[in-house]
């Protein structure tokens, strides 16, 4: 399990979350605003408190795309923009971004004590997108 991983995974137990997480309340605890807005490029873009989504998603992966807009202000400091134009390292930091959601919007030992067996079940359980479940747990759970 990577660090950004086990950031995510603090957040939902400190915040006592089970079962699909409510993106809206997660944001709102931590004093973050987030707006829909009509990205054709962007999936999301996080600037200080407030976060920006594009409004073209299903709730599933509207979820994902805020937890991970959220992973970005727990894990990098600094221009984004900034960052991914001049550097390397924003591939990096996109991965973080994905670890960290999936941390903070899934928990595999509750997916287990559901009795989900397969991946679908799983995202269902959480509301996130089956494929990123995948992503996530190639070997854990069934296709």
């Known amino acids: ?5 086990k950031l995510g995974a603090e957040l939902r137990r400190e915040l006592g979350l089970h079962g699909q ?3 809206q309340a997660v944001t709102d605890h931590l004093g973050l605003v987030v707006k829909r807005s009509r990205f054709l490029v962007f999936e999301e873009m996080r600037l200080e408190n407030f976060i920006a989504v594009a409004d073209r998603f ?3 992966w509207s979820r994902w795309v805020v937890a991970h807009a959220v992973g970005h202000g727990f894990l990098h400091v600094g221009n984004q923009f900034w960052i991914q134009r001049h550097t390397d390292l924003d ?9 960290f959601a999936f941390g903070l919007l899934v928990d595999p030992r509750e997916a287990a ?3 989900c067996l397969y991946s679908w079940e799983v995202a269902e359980h959480f509301g ?5 479940v995948l ?3 190639p070997f854990a759970f069934k296709g």
């Open 21 to 23: 997480v409510d993106a």
């Open 1 to 5: 399990m990577s660090r950004a991983t």
């Open 128 to 132: 996130v997108p089956d494929e990123m």
């Open 113 to 115: 004590a559901e009795g």
């Open 58 to 60: 299903e709730p599933e």
């Open 91 to 99: 591939h990096g930091f996109e991965r973080e971004a994905e670890d």
């Open 135 to 137: 992503a996530y747990t």
